[in-house]
């Protein structure tokens, strides 16, 4: 199993601040996914990212993929309170996707 | 479609006995995978089909889980002799394709 190591797993922020949550792993990934998980719900896929360098749009969140494709990053700006929830970047490497331990976000008004 | 789909979504059961979760993928999914999470982690594999054949088993898939794919289209994980540590959320994902996992909304298992 290829670790990624999440960071931080903890965030608690105020309504309208920036947060970046890191994504770092000794190997490299042929694609790296970010998925966001809701109470009781299986994660939902937001972005998968491929090329190394690679850097991807979603309204207020960018994704960035590493040059090597061993770290991501996801960075939420003027972060709402829809935003709270468990985010997690996931490898693909093989057959199977190897997940972080995810990072609890917590947006207050 | 209405995507990934696992019943139950909650079962309690006391230790010692068999439980038997299923899960309908995407119909037009060839691949099907089962993941395990626990309080605190990201889903951690378990098993991957490709149509009706099993190709991948973690080292956590211990003899007394099994899984199964019989036509190809729906999936069963069943596990024998339930133990405390068994408890979990039991994820299923769909996939066509080499992107876009689609998981369902997981079946919770409490072994009392």
């Known amino acids: 199993t290829q670790l990624l190591e999440q960071s931080p797993q903890f965030l608690s922020i105020q309504e309208g601040e920036n947060l970046t949550v890191y994504c770092n792993s000794s190997?490299?990934?042929?694609?790296l996914q970010w998925y966001r998980q809701e109470p009781g719900e299986g994660p939902v896929l937001l972005v998968t990212?491929?090329?190394?360098?690679e850097v991807k749009k979603l309204k207020r969140l960018t994704f960035q993929f590493g040059d090597a494709r061993k770290d991501s990053s996801l960075h939420i700006t003027a972060a709402q309170p829809g935003d709270t929830g468990l985010y997690f970047c996931?490898?693909?490497?093989?057959?199977?996707?190897?997940f972080g331990k995810g990072t609890s976000l917590l947006v207050t008004p | 479609d209405t995507g990934v789909s696992q019943n139950p979504r909650h079962k309690i059961t006391k230790r010692g006995q068999n439980v038997t979760f299923r899960c309908d993928p995407i119909?037009?999914?060839?691949?099907l995978y089962w993941y395990r999470q626990t309080l605190g982690q990201g889903p951690e594999f378990l098993t991957y089909?490709?149509?009706?054949?099993?190709?991948?088993k973690s080292r956590l898939l211990s003899d007394r889980f099994s899984a199964e794919r019989p036509k190809g289209s729906f999936s069963t994980l069943e596990i024998q002799r339930t133990e405390q540590g068994d408890s979990a959320m039991y994820l299923c994902?769909?996939?066509?394709?080499?992107?876009?996992?689609?998981f369902g909304s997981g079946t919770r298992l409490t072994v009392v």
């Open positions: 190997s490299v990934f042929s694609s």
């Open positions: 994902a769909s996939i066509a394709g080499d992107y876009g996992y689609t």
């Open positions: 089909f490709q149509n009706e054949a099993q190709l991948e």
């Open positions: 996931a490898g693909v490497s093989g057959y199977a996707l190897n």
């Open positions: 119909s037009e999914h060839n691949r």
């Open positions: 990212v491929v090329t190394g360098g």
